[in-house]
């Protein structure tokens, strides 16, 4: 019975500590599984890539900024059409000897307090059309920014396109440097099984383990170039590193790359219509022509009004306080000397500041004038201007015909480039089909003893070499397509 009582026990121990087990490993899975979703991979695709380059790049920020810099410039241009008005008021204190400004009369020693104000405006009637022109100079500044902006926009999808394209490459590469690893392995295992039973010589196993270790060092260098492309791809778009973030090229099947059927000319003309660098050069040239314009305005008459309104009060300013009392004061005296008074006038025994509002509308004045100006000799300044204008109106003619040149030479070095990519494609094609072909005989050949190993791994070495210039030579006409594709207006995705 006591044995019994043991043996249960002990069940029930083994059953408990099973039961913890499952516990802790279903307890450890949830976790596992919490982990996962916490670090869970982002992809991204070339349209994302794109979108996230154009948010976060510093060059299309700086270009924005001056993109509003030039509308706030235009802005000015055209309030300075409207008249310029300002105000004025002044909080004068004077004591001992001034002058009263009622009676213009010198106080020999006086206090008192007085305000002026003063509303002035001026308008330009006429400036040999310098305003206008200004305005239409400023809007077209603001059309080159705005190419501008779109530009480097043009620049960052075709540098983030290259990176994209760089990356999925080298994923190609690494997978089938695993690929062909995983094989050299297996056959080293069968070298190794030969050499145990007597059917293979320990040189074919070294040999084979010399391969072994060339493919794995040539994995590693896959693999670091795998990151390397990565991480070029995160900076152009401007975001920290992170192993979790993958790539996904959402094309699939076979590779079909279109023949461009349209020479370099023909891409040309499709593609200045619509070339912001080309659109900016002309607004530019165009600025420059309307500077000359607003130079050769100096030359010109002005016209100018200009009306205020004025007033001010005085602590000097004095009227009767109380009832008047008639009186007259004498005037002179007739030929017989009797005196001659004045007519009777109002006298006030007391005497009180007049008010504010009294003062105000009693001194109220108002001016409107016209000035116009006639520029005869002002040190040769605006003949200089104009010169100067000319000048960089020549400049900017220039700089639009560099643009022409430097996108014209662009779009023939897409299309040479597409050209040679297609015909590098196709021999690396011819080559890869070659190679495998030997390969695939090396192999079985190897595996029956029929070649030795310094054939068999020259062959397959070859074949790899093949392998990886075909590849670089697929993906690199993917990106010369989808140059010229940006180049006809066609989306990159």
Same mark, same amino acid.
């Not at 008021?89 to 213009?104: A, K, L």
């Not at 390397?228 to 079909?256: C, F, R, T, V």
């Not at 001659?340 to 009294?358: A, G, K, L, Q, V």
């Given at each position: 019975?006591? %044995?019994?009582?043991?043996?249960?026990?002990?069940?029930?121990?083994?059953?408990?500590?099973?039961?913890?087990?499952?516990?802790?490993?279903?307890?450890? =899975?949830?976790?596992? +599984?919490?982990?996962?979703?916490?670090?869970?991979?982002?992809?991204?695709?070339?349209?994302?890539?794109?979108?996230?380059?154009?948010?976060?790049?510093?060059?299309?920020?700086?270009?924005?900024?001056?993109?509003?810099?030039?509308?706030?410039?235009?802005?000015?241009? %055209?309030?300075?059409?409207?008249?310029?008005?300002?105000?004025?008021?002044?909080?004068?204190?004077?004591?001992?000897?001034?002058?009263?400004?009622?009676?213009?009369?010198?106080?020999?020693?006086?206090?008192? @307090?007085?305000?002026?104000? *003063?509303?002035?405006?001026?308008?330009?009637?006429?400036?040999?059309?310098?305003?206008?022109?200004?305005?239409?100079?400023?809007?077209?500044?603001?059309?080159?920014?705005?190419?501008?902006?779109?530009?480097?926009?043009?620049?960052?999808? +075709?540098?983030?396109?290259?990176?994209?394209?760089?990356?999925?490459?080298?994923?190609?590469?690494?997978?089938?440097?695993?690929?062909?690893?995983?094989?050299?392995?297996?056959?080293?295992? @069968?070298?190794?099984?030969?050499?145990? =039973?007597?059917? $293979?010589?320990?040189?074919?196993?070294?040999?084979?383990?010399?391969?072994?270790?060339?493919?794995?060092?040539?994995?590693?260098? &896959?693999?670091?170039?795998?990151?390397?492309?990565?991480? /070029?791809?995160?900076?152009?778009?401007?975001?920290?590193?992170?192993?979790?973030? %993958?790539?996904?090229?959402?094309?699939?099947?076979?590779?079909?790359?279109?023949?461009?059927?349209?020479?370099?000319?023909?891409?040309?003309?499709?593609?200045?219509?619509?070339?912001?660098?080309? @659109? &900016?050069?002309?607004?530019?040239?165009?600025?420059?022509?309307?500077?000359?314009? *607003?130079?050769?305005?100096?030359?010109?008459?002005?016209? !100018?009004?200009?009306?205020? +309104?004025?007033?001010?009060?005085?602590?000097?300013?004095? #009227?009767?306080?109380?009832?008047?009392?008639?009186?007259? $004061?004498?005037?002179?005296?007739?030929?017989?000397?009797?005196?001659?008074?004045? *007519?009777?006038?109002?006298?006030?025994?007391?005497?009180?500041?007049?008010?504010?509002?009294?003062?105000?509308?009693?001194?109220?004045?108002?001016?409107?004038?016209?000035?116009?100006? *006639?520029?005869?000799?002002?040190?040769?300044?605006?003949?200089?201007?104009?010169?100067?204008? #000319?000048?960089?109106?020549?400049?900017?003619?220039?700089?639009? %015909?560099?643009?022409? +040149?430097?996108?014209? #030479?662009?779009?023939?070095?897409?299309?040479?480039?597409?050209?040679? &990519?297609?015909?590098?494609?196709?021999?690396?094609?011819?080559?890869?089909? &070659?190679?495998?072909?030997?390969?695939?005989?090396? !192999? /079985?050949?190897?595996?029956?003893?029929?070649?030795?190993?310094?054939?068999?791994?020259?062959?397959?070495?070859?074949?790899?070499?093949?392998?990886?210039?075909? =590849?670089?030579? #697929?993906?690199?006409?993917?990106?010369?397509?989808?140059?010229?594709?940006?180049?006809?207006?066609?989306?990159?995705?």
């Amino acid at each position: 019975m006591k %044995k019994e009582g043991i043996l249960c026990f002990r069940v029930i121990f083994v059953a408990s500590m099973q039961v913890r087990k499952y516990i802790s490993a279903t307890t450890f =899975l949830l976790f596992a +599984l919490m982990a996962s979703s916490l670090y869970a991979q982002q992809t991204w695709t070339l349209q994302q890539c794109i979108d996230q380059a154009l948010q976060n790049n510093i060059a299309v920020k700086q270009r924005i900024y001056n993109l509003k810099s030039s509308e706030a410039d235009l802005l000015q241009s %055209k309030i300075n059409l409207l008249p310029s008005i300002n105000g004025q008021v002044t909080n004068n204190y004077n004591t001992g000897f001034s002058i009263n400004p009622v009676t213009n009369q010198t106080l020999a020693d006086a206090t008192f @307090r007085s305000n002026n104000f *003063i509303l002035s405006g001026s308008m330009t009637l006429f400036s040999g059309f310098q305003n206008t022109n200004s305005i239409r100079q400023q809007q077209a500044t603001v059309k080159a920014a705005e190419e501008d902006v779109q530009a480097t926009k043009n620049n960052i999808v +075709l540098t983030v396109a290259n990176a994209f394209m760089s990356v999925l490459m080298n994923e190609e590469v690494l997978k089938a440097r695993e690929f062909q690893l995983a094989s050299t392995k297996e056959q080293l295992q @069968r070298q190794q099984k030969l050499f145990e =039973l007597g059917g $293979s010589n320990k040189v074919r196993v070294l040999q084979i383990k010399a391969q072994l270790a060339n493919e794995e060092l040539q994995l590693v260098t &896959a693999q670091n170039q795998l990151q390397q492309s990565y991480l /070029s791809l995160w900076q152009a778009m401007n975001i920290s590193p992170d192993s979790n973030n %993958k790539i996904i090229w959402q094309q699939s099947g076979d590779l079909k790359i279109e023949d461009e059927i349209r020479n370099a000319d023909q891409i040309y003309e499709a593609f200045k219509q619509n070339s912001p660098e080309l @659109r &900016a050069a002309r607004y530019r040239t165009r600025a420059a022509e309307l500077s000359q314009y *607003i130079a050769q305005g100096g030359r010109s008459f002005r016209l !100018n009004m200009n009306a205020g +309104l004025n007033s001010f009060f005085t602590t000097q300013s004095l #009227r009767g306080k109380g009832d008047p009392v008639l009186s007259s $004061s004498i005037i002179g005296f007739d030929a017989s000397g009797n005196p001659i008074f004045s *007519i009777p006038f109002p006298r006030y025994t007391e005497t009180e500041i007049t008010p504010f509002n009294t003062q105000f509308d009693r001194n109220l004045g108002k001016s409107l004038g016209f000035n116009l100006s *006639i520029p005869i000799l002002n040190g040769w300044q605006t003949n200089n201007a104009i010169q100067k204008a #000319r000048i960089n109106q020549e400049i900017t003619k220039l700089s639009e %015909k560099q643009t022409q +040149l430097d996108v014209y #030479r662009n779009i023939n070095q897409a299309y040479l480039d597409f050209k040679a &990519a297609q015909k590098q494609f196709d021999a690396g094609k011819l080559s890869y089909d &070659a190679n495998k072909e030997a390969f695939d005989l090396a !192999n /079985s050949q190897f595996a029956l003893g029929a070649i030795n190993t310094n054939d068999y791994i020259t062959t397959k070495n070859q074949f790899l070499s093949a392998e990886t210039s075909l =590849l670089q030579a #697929r993906y690199q006409l993917m990106f010369r397509r989808k140059v010229l594709d940006f180049y006809l207006g066609k989306p990159l995705n």
